[in-house]
């Protein structure tokens, strides 16, 4: 048994190493595509001419070195060994590539692994690696650009709800509540500090981001959720001596704190039905 958990592992792995090197491509591109996308949306809207960009998405043009255009070659594409074969640096002109292009590979094969030593081969752990691959998108996108991508959050969300059709991780009923109490839970927040202070406390995305981590694992896991991201957003804060007057993207810590209630799924359901009962709820 745990020869096959381990096999199953090292597929995983793998598997993770090949998604992460398709992160990269949705991290670096998405934001660029929105980006044309509402310039398109400005320009139609102030009855201006269109700008004539050369066709960009997830799959054209073909991956380039940000230097000097050199096209990289499917040999030079390859998780982790390429990178390393190429000493970080581009095969034409020697430049530096970014070593985050390997750190989101690593990372992605690595809890891509941990998902299924966690749950192994069942629907749960597909379920995980779907929702791995989307947090860990959106935690860099949003670290790169303060935003949450409808584009992901809003599927993440249906998947989550579809996903517990059959009560999978939580009831379908826990999924609904789940959804509606992540997303209102912050929407409050958010216009009350606007009522006392006048700003923006956090963006829209989070809302939804929230909603979907509801809609995958329920209403009662929301609290923990938040308490730990709050967790994680102060100790980055700390070390990266973010400035109070500068905003710092929550969607990370919100994405990390998902990940590891969802990871910590037994001992955070225990958790939680201590706390009812201890609150009394269990009546």
């Known amino acids: 048994m745990l020869s096959d958990t381990l096999f199953f592992s090292i597929i995983a792995l793998i598997t993770g190493l090949v998604v992460g090197s398709f992160l990269n491509v949705v991290i670096y591109r998405l934001p660029i595509m929105m980006e044309r996308s509402w310039q398109a949306e400005a320009r139609m809207a102030l009855q201006l001419p269109a700008e004539n960009f050369a066709r960009f998405n997830l799959c054209v043009p073909p991956s380039a070195c940000p230097h000097c255009q050199h096209k990289i070659h499917w040999w030079q594409n390859i998780p982790l060994i390429s990178y390393l074969f190429l000493h970080g640096r ?30 192994d081969v069942t ?62 839970s912050l929407w409050s927040l958010f216009w009350l500090f606007k009522l006392i202070t006048g700003k923006d406390g956090m963006g829209y995305g989070d809302f939804k981001l929230l909603a979907a981590l509801g809609a995958w694992m329920g209403a009662a896991a929301l609290p923990l959720i938040v308490f730990i991201a709050a967790i994680v957003g102060i100790i980055a804060s700390l070390i990266l001596k973010v400035a109070r007057s500068q905003p710092m993207a929550f969607g990370p810590a919100l994405a990390i704190s998902g990940w590891i209630v969802w990871m910590a799924n037994s001992q955070i359901s225990q958790l939680i039905h201590w706390w009812l009962q201890l609150s009394g709820f269990n009546a």
């Open 90 to 119: 581009c095969a034409a002109c020697a430049k530096p590539i970014s070593p985050r292009y390997f750190c989101v590979e690593l990372l992605t094969g690595l809890a891509f692994a941990a998902v299924v030593w966690r749950y």
């Open 123 to 184: 629907p749960v752990a597909a379920g995980g690696m779907v929702l791995t691959a989307a947090l860990i998108t959106l935690t860099f996108i949003d670290a790169d650009t303060q935003l949450l991508p409808d584009q992901i959050t809003l599927p993440l969300l249906w998947l989550g709800l579809l996903f517990n059709w059959y009560s999978e991780f939580v009831s379908l009923s826990a999924a609904i509540w789940g959804a509606v109490a992540g997303y209102m």
